[in-house]
């Protein structure tokens, strides 16, 4: 069955430092790949998407996602985090199934803290 | 302004009863999904209705039936509440069924049955 593996259960970090968050799926055909973000009480929001074309992709709040097909990988990053960045990450997967249905598949999630 | 709204936020409620939980969006979108997310936080999809036709089922009990009146609604009904039944769930709605087309979230309503 397709799975997502999110490495990280809880990260904590200072402000100002570097964030990366791990991503794996384990479908091996085409899929397009998402990180939501969840801050506490709130519901989800998109941060990034990968559908294709450029695997360094942009998201809001200074977010990037890389996608490594060969590593089926797409972590999350950004450089600098800021207290406001406090929230649940989940990167999703919808993989290219037949009859093509979205259907998002979920990571565990990953909460991230960060400290003033 | 609010694009895909869950009522009601808070539901408690005792074992045996049943409930349900309405969703609509205002976003035009032609396809709706409901998911559940447990107390680890994990988030499944249940069901997604497109057009008001039931296109994903999920490994779901059958005290779980959706119900889409019409496109802008997706409400879901649940017999004979168990506390396992216990997690925040989640609606959302895209623009059409296909691969990719993101999807837009509710804020949510939080079950908890005693």
């Known amino acids: 069955a397709q799975s997502v593996s999110q490495h990280n259960h809880h990260v904590i970090l200072s402000e100002a430092a570097s964030l990366e968050l791990g991503c794996n799926y384990s479908?091996?055909?085409?899929?397009?790949l998402f990180w939501y973000v969840q801050y506490p009480g709130q519901h989800l929001q998109l941060l990034l998407k990968y559908f294709s074309g450029d695997p360094l992709v942009k998201g809001i709040k200074g977010f990037e996602a890389e996608f490594i097909k060969s590593k089926f990988s797409f972590n999350l990053r950004k450089p600098s985090v800021q207290w406001s960045d406090t929230a649940e990450y989940f990167c999703?997967?919808?993989?290219?199934?037949?009859?093509?249905?979205?259907?998002?598949?979920f990571g565990a999630g990953t909460r991230l803290a960060v400290h003033p | 302004d609010t694009a895909v709204s869950q009522t009601p936020k808070y539901l408690v409620t005792q074992m045996g009863n049943d409930k349900s939980i309405k969703c609509e969006q205002n976003l035009g979108h032609d396809t709706m999904y409901w998911y559940k997310q447990d107390s680890k936080k994990f988030l499944k999809i249940m069901f997604s209705?497109?057009?008001?036709?039931?296109?994903i089922n999920e490994t779901v009990p059958n005290r779980f039936s959706p119900k889409s009146p019409d496109k802008a609604h997706l409400n879901l009904h649940i017999n004979s509440l168990e506390l396992g039944d216990s997690a925040v769930y989640f609606c959302a709605s895209s623009r059409g069924g296909s691969l990719g087309n993101e999807q837009f979230f509710g804020p949510g309503t939080r079950l908890t049955v005693l």
């Open positions: 479908y091996g055909g085409t899929v397009n």
């Open positions: 999703a997967v919808t993989p290219n199934l037949s009859g093509g249905y979205n259907k998002l598949i």
């Open positions: 209705y497109n057009n008001k036709e039931l296109i």
